[in-house]
């Protein structure tokens, strides 16, 4: 050994020690927890290819905010599922719509012991499945989009959502939803932007949860997963426009982008751990090929080590329930 001196194994030698040095801790309160609400449900339901992930009913989803603040979550954000679907996603847009009524439901019920946060886009609410507004050729239409997104976020933030999330990847969609937000009065409503959000495989699990429509795929407006430098783009816009918060989605796979904008901005970075992300982790662990919970808290470590600091996650609350055992 050439420097016998220098031996890094002392500071892993226990538990203790290894507590004392570690440079990464995930906090409860930096986890936000997804969660479903399906228009018309009296009984929660289990989605298949999400085991542990209910569909609420608007009950349902009550009590599992409760429990969610009381885990100590940092936050929740909602997706609403509704009973029908039409061309223009109106479902979204109409303060009686499921996610509208769930946000009011959920701030009645946590107020401001957790942050509120919705989706915002209209994917859930089209007959197609995208997440904008068709041309009559069937392309996806920017600007035509952002006039329903403006929309829609004044209908969320008139419903006492704290938090907006648009997640369509629409050019310009941050500046029109501040514009939106303010214009109504809702100086303090925060825009959470997915401002990297990829065309990814990772999300398949999720289109069931939602039930989505979609007929194809999203390579129009989602990024091009062999691309690094075009999401410091998107980031920089966004920021420009007035994003609170910027995410970078899916996680895992994407350490990489999570670090290139932790360097590269100044606002708060959050990173959505996706529902295949999820998936793949609970059926390997279902069949006894990895250990769960150790896969689990790795994961969150490895994301909160990359450099985000808020991490949207379909086990929040578990996580939260281990942490707290932990430290
Ligand atoms: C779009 C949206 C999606 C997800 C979150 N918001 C689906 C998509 O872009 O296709 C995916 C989340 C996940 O996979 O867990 N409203």
Redesign the pocket.
């Given at each position: 050994m050439p420097y016998p001196e220098i031996r890094p194994r002392r500071l892993r030698r226990n538990a203790a020690v290894r507590r004392l040095v570690s440079e990464t801790r995930v906090d409860p309160a930096e986890l936000v927890v997804?969660m479903f609400v399906k228009e018309g449900l009296t009984e929660p339901r289990q989605i298949a290819s999400l085991p542990g992930v209910l569909q609420h009913s608007r009950d349902s989803l009550r009590k599992a905010a409760a429990e969610a603040v009381q885990a100590g979550v940092g936050g929740i954000m909602l997706?609403g599922v509704p009973a029908t679907r039409d061309e223009r996603g109106s479902g979204g847009i109409d303060p009686g719509g499921i996610l509208n009524v769930a946000i009011a439901d959920v701030v009645a019920e946590v107020g401001d012991a957790t942050v509120v946060m919705s989706?915002l886009?209209l994917?859930?609410f089209t007959s197609h499945g995208h997440?904008g507004l068709l041309t009559p050729d069937g392309d996806v239409d920017n600007d035509a989009t952002l006039a329903a997104y403006a929309e829609m976020a004044v209908a969320q933030a008139a419903a006492g959502v704290g938090v907006v999330g648009p997640?369509?990847m629409m050019d310009g969609q941050v500046g029109v939803v501040r514009r939106a937000l303010d214009a109504a009065g809702h100086t303090d409503v925060a825009v959470l932007a997915y401002a990297a959000?990829y065309a990814s495989a990772?999300?398949g699990?999720?289109?069931d949860a939602v039930e989505?429509c979609l007929d194809g795929d999203?390579r129009t407006y989602?990024q091009d997963p062999a691309n690094l430098r075009e999401s410091l783009r998107e980031v920089a816009l966004d920021v420009a426009e007035g994003a609170d918060i910027v995410m970078v989605k899916p996680a895992l796979p994407y350490l990489d982008v999570v670090a290139a904008v932790r360097a590269a901005v100044d606002v708060p970075v959050a990173a959505?751990q996706?529902?295949?992300e999820y998936a793949m982790v609970e059926a390997a662990a279902a069949n006894g090929w990895i250990d769960r919970e150790r896969v689990m808290l790795e994961t969150l470590t490895s994301i909160r080590r990359a450099g985000a600091q808020i991490i949207l996650t379909y086990w929040a609350v578990e996580a939260a329930r281990l942490l707290r055992e932990r430290y």
């Open positions: 997804p997706f989706d886009c994917d859930e997440c997640s369509g959000k990772f999300y699990p999720f289109r989505s999203r989602q959505y996706v529902s295949g």
